[in-house]
C-alpha cells in the first residue's frame, strides 16, 4: 500500500516538478561549465559571471521553446540526444547573431567558448543517459508506471498492448480492452489480455480507476462510433491517443499531423530531411568529405595509380543510377572490372565470389570499399550523402520496385556510401529476394529514425564492418 502511494504520489504525479527541476539543471550546469570554461582560458572572472547569467536565461528560455522539456516516454535515447543537440545548435547560432551584432561575447577567450560548446553538450547527453537507465530500472521495478487502457479491438491496439508488455522499461500497464465489437467480450480476454466491457462502460471505469491513458484503437472507421466514444470520454482527465488501424505502417515515412486552412492531414510519406534538418546533414556531408579527401589522398592517388596498372580502361567507372527523388545521376567508382566485360553480360549482373569479370587489383578495391572512393565527390556535388540507402544500378532498381513493397519509398533521401542496412550485415551482393527485402527494411528504417546522431552512428560502425566482414567482393 505505501509503495503504491508512493507511485502515484511522488513519482508518477509530479511532472511538472520534475521538468521545472531539468530546466534548472540544464541551465545551471550552461552556466557552472560556462564559468569554468572561461577560468581555464584565462578569462576575466567579473565579465565571465556576468555573462554567464545572461547565458542561464538564455539557455532556460530556448530550451523551454525547443521542445525539449515533455515526457519522452515512449521514444528512443536517440531521439532525446538529437533534441538536445539539435536545441544547442540553436542556441550556439543564437549566441554568434549576438556576437555579431553586439560584439557580446569579443572580450571572452575564444578558447573558452570553444570548451564550453563542446563539454556542455556532452554533458547533457550524458545527464539524459544516466536519467534514462535509472529510470528504466526504477520503472521494471513498478514504479512511475501510468495506467492505459485500449478502446477497441483492432489490430494495430492489440499489437500495441503486446508491445507494451514486452518492454516494462515504458512504464505503462495496460489494464485491458474495451470492446468495440457487437459481441461483447465479457470477461474473456483478448491476447492474454483482459476484456474489461463493452465501449458503453469506458467513462466510468476510467473515472473510478483513475486511468491514466486511453488508446483509441477501433476496429472499424464507423464515424458515429468514435463520435460516441469521444463525448463519452471527454470529461475524463486521462491522456488519450489514437492508434491508427494501419495496416501498411512499415511504409509510412512521416506520420505528423499538418494543417491544410485548419483541416488536419496526416502525413504517410515525406523526406525527413526538410530545413534546418537538410542543412544540418549535408553540411556534416560537406566538411565530413572534404575532410576525408585531403587527409586519404595519398591512399586515393595509389589505388588509382593500381587501376591504371593493373589493366587497359579507363580510371573511373561512371554508371547511371536514381538520386533522390528518382533523378538519373552518374555514380562514380574506381574501375574494378576489364574493359567492356558489362557490355558483353547484356543486362545488369551482380557481381559474385570469383567473378572473372574483376580484375585482381579492382577484387581488393571492392573487398575494402576502396572503389567506392571516387563517390565523395558525388557527396560534394549534392547527388549523394556519407549515409543513406546504397544507390541500385537503374536495371537492378526497376525490377525490385515491381517487386518489393516499399522499395522505391527509398528514393525521398539522397543516396549513400553507407548505409543501415550496410552495418547490419546487408552489404555486398544480394543474391536471395529475402536478402534484399531485408535491405530495404533496414533503408526505410533508417528514413524513419533519422538524426544526425544516427548518421554518426552508422558511419562509426562502418568503419568496424570493413575492418572485420568481409561480404562485399
Known amino acids: 500500500m505505501i509503495v503504491g502511494k ?5 513519482l508518477s504525479g509530479s511532472t511538472p516538478f520534475f521538468l521545472f527541476i531539468a ?14 570554461a572561461m577560468d581555464i ?7 565571465a559571471r556576468k555573462m554567464g547569467g545572461m547565458v542561464f536565461g538564455i539557455i532556460f528560455l530556448i530550451f523551454h521553446f525547443q521542445g525539449i522539456y515533455r515526457s519522452f516516454r515512449f521514444t528512443t535515447l536517440r531521439y532525446e540526444i538529437h533534441k ?3 536545441a544547442c545548435l540553436f542556441l550556439f547560432f543564437f549566441f554568434f547573431i549576438v556576437e555579431y551584432m553586439l560584439d557580446g561575447f569579443r572580450s571572452l577567450p575564444q578558447k573558452g567558448l570553444l570548451i564550453w560548446m563542446v563539454c556542455w553538450p556532452l554533458s547533457l547527453a550524458v545527464m539524459r543517459i544516466v536519467y534514462r537507465k535509472t529510470l528504466r530500472v526504477i520503472r521494471k521495478m513498478g514504479f512511475n508506471q501510468k495506467t492505459a487502457v485500449i478502446a477497441g479491438e483492432s489490430m494495430a491496439g492489440i499489437k500495441l498492448a503486446g508491445h507494451i508488455r514486452g518492454n516494462a522499461w515504458s512504464g505503462t500497464q495496460i489494464l485491458g480492452f474495451f470492446s468495440d465489437r457487437d459481441e461483447c467480450c465479457g470477461e474473456g480476454s483478448i491476447k492474454g489480455t483482459p476484456c474489461l466491457g463493452s465501449l458503453d ?7 473510478d480507476r483513475r486511468v491514466d491513458i486511453i488508446y483509441i484503437a477501433l476496429s472499424n472507421n464507423d464515424e458515429s462510433t468514435m463520435l460516441r466514444l469521444m463525448k463519452s470520454v471527454e470529461g475524463l482527465s486521462s491522456t488519450i491517443y489514437l492508434v491508427p488501424n494501419v495496416f501498411f505502417l512499415d511504409l509510412v515515412i512521416g506520420g505528423e499531423i499538418i494543417f491544410f486552412d485548419q483541416r488536419p ?15 544540418g546533414k549535408r553540411a556534416m556531408d560537406i566538411v565530413l568529405s572534404l575532410v576525408l579527401i585531403i587527409l586519404g589522398a595519398p591512399v586515393f592517388l595509389a589505388a588509382g595509380l593500381a587501376v591504371k596498372l593493373s589493366s587497359p580502361g579507363p580510371l573511373i567507372f561512371v554508371q547511371k543510377r536514381y ?12 574501375r574494378s572490372m576489364y574493359e567492356n566485360c558489362d557490355k558483353e553480360e547484356g543486362p545488369y549482373v551482380q557481381t559474385t565470389k570469383n ?3 574483376v580484375t585482381p587489383v579492382g577484387a581488393f578495391l571492392r573487398r575494402t570499399s576502396l572503389d567506392e572512393i571516387p563517390q565523395l565527390f558525388n557527396v560534394l556535388q549534392g547527388h549523394m550523402s556519407l549515409v543513406g540507402p546504397r544507390p541500385h544500378p537503374v536495371a537492378m532498381d526497376e525490377e525490385y520496385r515491381r517487386i518489393i513493397s516499399g522499395y522505391i519509398t527509398r528514393n525521398k533521401v539522397r543516396p549513400g556510401i553507407t548505409g543501415l542496412a550496410q552495418v547490419r550485415g546487408y552489404r555486398g551482393e544480394t543474391d536471395t529476394l529475402e536478402k534484399m527485402e531485408k535491405r530495404v527494411e533496414y533503408d526505410l528504417k533508417y528514413i524513419r529514425e533519422w538524426s544526425l546522431l544516427y548518421d554518426v552512428e552508422i558511419l562509426i560502425r562502418t568503419a568496424a564492418v570493413l575492418l572485420f566482414q568481409k561480404t562485399a567482393y
Do not use: C, H, W
Request: negative net charge; hydrophobic residues 45%.
Open 265 to 279: 492531414m496526416i502525413v504517410l510519406r515525406d523526406t525527413p530531411l526538410e530545413g534546418l534538418s537538410g542543412v
Open 41 to 47: 582560458a584565462g578569462g576575466e572572472a567579473l565579465e
Open 23 to 36: 530546466r534548472v539543471l540544464d541551465a545551471g550546469i550552461g552556466y557552472i561549465l560556462f564559468i569554468f
Open 84 to 86: 538536445i543537440f539539435s
Open 323 to 334: 538520386g533522390i527523388n528518382g533523378q538519373e545521376i552518374n555514380v562514380y567508382k574506381f
Open 355 to 357: 567473378d572473372s569479370r
Open 201 to 207: 462502460d469506458i467513462e466510468a471505469y476510467a473515472s
Open 6 to 10: 508512493l507511485n502515484q504520489t511522488i
